[in-house]
């Protein structure tokens, strides 16, 4: 709406705050003749699963106000659909919103490299799309300084505005804190929260790495059971994702085994208490790789992504399809030699284009009828 400058009055509401919520709920016309002038309003409620019968009042609005688009959004997406969403069948559009993607928080931070970063992207998009020619670098330097502080500190809108790294630490551990208590202690109502906690920070050391539900269960003596509910909460609190495999030949290739994401960088560095700037730290691959699947997500949702590997440990980090199109992603820093499964893929599905993911490198080849095109990770 702000790119492509929409007109109409705009508010934006946090239903968290008492006073709000009360006039909502017992006056939903005056709350929004509160804001209305003449002509359009744009109605941003956050955290609308707090109001009580959040979903009924929503109704009222709704039909009573024809030139008043609402935009409805809170950190629960279960709470979202429980509570609310059944009394609008037929009346509403879901997406959606992540934390700030690599482009959104380079606009917060310097506008004119936001800029090339998506000029960067949408030539990605093209080669993806059939395209032989990309874009080369520029201004690398620069634009990997603030991706080295991206994939340290995340995209929470209130940690991007921060100045100094104590001050985004503190939000964060904040963020999580109240995490913890509103939506998986007090919504949720899961009382061993400490387990809970244990949890997350085992799935934070293994980011991009394949994940068992009995190996979690026996090492933090949490049931069975209860890790499934633990991962379901932290899936549709917008925490993690669970990445599922691609596979066509059921006898050598993996297909069911997933691999874990989290959807904010610096929640999982936070998690793990460990904010190392990148050249420092051990786990640069992993990082790298995660940045990579969640700028997947966000910005090229039209493909579906997934990850390959056989019973023989051969593996591709991410394969990515649309329509017929089938693209092998291989995540490879500085130095680091292509494992036998980009080849063995290359061999087993002869993709017409692959990608292979480095810091900073840029180059073009073939494998066999493939053509390989080498590009810095903050193309995605």
């Known amino acids: 709406m702000i790119e492509k400058q929409v007109e109409g009055e705009k508010a934006f509401i946090d239903l968290y705050l008492p006073d709000y919520r009360k006039t909502f709920e017992e006056n939903p ?17 956050d955290e609308v699963q707090k109001a009580k019968d959040a979903g009924e009042k929503l109704k009222i609005i709704y039909d009573n106000f024809p030139d008043v ?3 409805i959004s809170g950190s629960s997406s279960l709470e979202l659909k429980t509570k609310i969403l059944s009394e609008l069948v037929g009346r509403l559009f879901l997406f959606n919103l992540y934390t700030f993607n690599f482009y959104e928080f380079l ?8 800029k090339i970063v998506k000029e960067k ?16 670098p520029s201004f690398q330097e620069e634009i990997l300084k603030y991706w080295k502080e991206y994939v340290a ?6 940690v991007v505005k921060a100045k100094s790294i104590e001050e985004k630490i503190t939000i964060l551990k904040n963020i999580f804190s109240l995490y913890v208590e509103k939506d998986v202690a007090g919504f949720f109502g899961i009382t061993e929260t400490s387990k809970f906690e244990d949890l997350v920070k085992v799935l934070a050391f293994n980011i991009s790495n394949l994940i068992s539900i009995s190996s979690l269960s026996s090492e933090l003596k949490i049931s069975y059971d209860n890790v499934e509910k633990y991962l379901e909460i932290l899936t549709h609190t917008y925490i993690i994702s669970l990445l599922k495999p691609f596979f066509k030949n059921l006898t050598t290739e993996i297909k069911k085994a997933s691999k874990i994401y989290f959807l904010d960088l610096g929640l999982r560095n936070c998690a793990i208490d460990n904010f190392l700037e990148f050249d420092k730290r051990v786990d640069k691959g992993e ?12 910005n090229f949702e039209e ?3 997934n990850f390959w590997r056989t019973t023989g440990k051969a593996e591709i980090d991410f394969i990515v399809r649309k329509n017929e199109q089938i693209i092998p992603i291989e995540v490879k820093l500085a130095g680091e030699k292509l494992g ?7 061999k087993s599905y002869d993709p017409e284009r692959a990608i292979i993911v480095s810091l900073d490198g840029f180059e073009k080849k073939n494998i066999n009828k493939t053509l390989v095109q080498k590009i810095p990770v903050y193309y995605f």
Do not use: Q, T
């Not at 606009?107 to 936001?114: G, I, P, Q, T, V």
């Not at 992207?121 to 080369?136: A, N, T, W």
């Not at 500190?153 to 209130?158: A, D, I, M, Q, V």
């Not at 036998?340 to 290359?346: A, E, R």
């Open 29 to 45: 016309i005056d709350f929004v003749k509160r804001f209305k002038k003449e002509g359009k309003l744009f109605l941003f409620l």
């Open 69 to 71: 688009k609402i935009f």
């Open 107 to 114: 606009l917060a931070k310097d506008e004119s490299l936001a």
């Open 121 to 136: 992207r949408e030539s990605l998009r093209k080669f993806l799309e059939g395209s032989d020619d990309i874009s080369p």
């Open 153 to 158: 500190f995340g995209g929470y809108p209130e």
């Open 287 to 298: 990082l790298s790789e995660n940045f990579v699947f969640r700028e997947l997500l966000s």
């Open 303 to 305: 493909w579906k992504v």
């Open 340 to 346: 036998k499964g980009f080849y063995s893929f290359i």
